[in-house]
T-cell receptor, first 116, second 111 residues
Framework: DAGVIQSPRHEVTEMGQEVTLRCKPI?????LFWYRQTMMRGLELLIY????????DSGMPEDRFSAKMPNASFSTLKIQPSEPRDSAVYFC??????????????FGPGTRLTVL | QKEVEQDPGPLSVPEGAIVSLNCTYS??????FMWYRQYSRKGPELLMY????GNKEDGRFTAQVDKSSKYISLFIRDSQPSDSATYLC???????????FGTGTKLQVIP
């Protein structure tokens, strides 16, 4: 299995522009998670889906952030308009329902976003 | 106060040293405790997990949980340069999907 795939790996954009991050979870996994990682705040959960349905988006910082999962093999995280404080590494992770209770999640390589 | 506190380091040790990484937490509902390892420019990967107080050993790694003190540790024996990474503690309540991560401790093992 190729693991969780994210694109792009790096994104540099200017303040005010729309940014779309993409994720392909591991085939067969039922849960998909979007995280943001910064030095100051560490790894923060933004939103997670179960069977393509958003379950908890309480970590989404503002209305500028939105996430979709149109099918089991694809999800997007969109920031519109982007701001410099959105600069971070964004990770997508997936896991299999019914797995061990410790909830092992499999992470993608991340998208490093820089907003100028 | 954050639910999980972890010293960010960085921690620099010579090869062969014993490394101790620690986290404290405040949420008594946490039942499962994990350590993830994150190499530079990579996503975190699960290293070890445990759900009870006491020690769990896996090769050179030992995970320790003290629920009464709300304190968890990861010990690395005979540390190797390949152990250089950021180590994140993580915790979850049983039946829940939301994992709470520490901010990570950056470890460098010098040859």
């Amino acid at each position: 299995d190729a693991g969780v795939i994210q694109s792009p790996r790096h994104e540099v954009t200017e303040m005010g522009q729309e940014v779309t991050l993409r994720c392909k979870p591991i085939s067969g996994h039922d849960y998909l998670f979007w995280y943001r990682q910064t030095m100051m705040r560490g790894l923060e959960l933004l939103i997670y889906f179960n069977n393509n349905v958003p379950i908890d988006d309480s970590g989404m910082p503002e209305d500028r952030f939105s996430a979709k999962m149109p099918n089991a093999s694809f999800s997007t995280l969109k920031i519109q308009p982007s701001e410099p404080r959105d600069s971070a590494v964004y990770f997508c992770a997936s896991r299999l329902a019914g797995g061990p209770s410790y909830n092992e999640q499999f992470f993608g390589p991340g998208t490093r976003l820089t907003v100028l | 106060q954050k639910e999980v506190e972890q010293d960010p380091g960085p921690l620099s040790v010579p090869e062969g040293a014993i490394v101790s990484l620690n986290c404290t937490y405040s949420n008594s509902a946490f039942q499962y405790f994990m350590w993830y390892r994150q190499y530079s420019r990579k996503g975190p990967e699960l290293l070890m997990y445990t759900y009870s107080s006491g020690n769990k050993e896996d090769g050179r790694f030992t995970a320790q949980v003290d629920k009464s003190s709300k304190y968890i540790s990861l010990f690395i024996r005979d540390s190797q340069p390949s152990d250089s990474a950021t180590y994140l503690c993580a915790m979850v309540s049983g039946g829940y999907q939301k994992v709470t991560f520490g901010t990570g401790t950056k470890l460098q093992v010098i040859p």
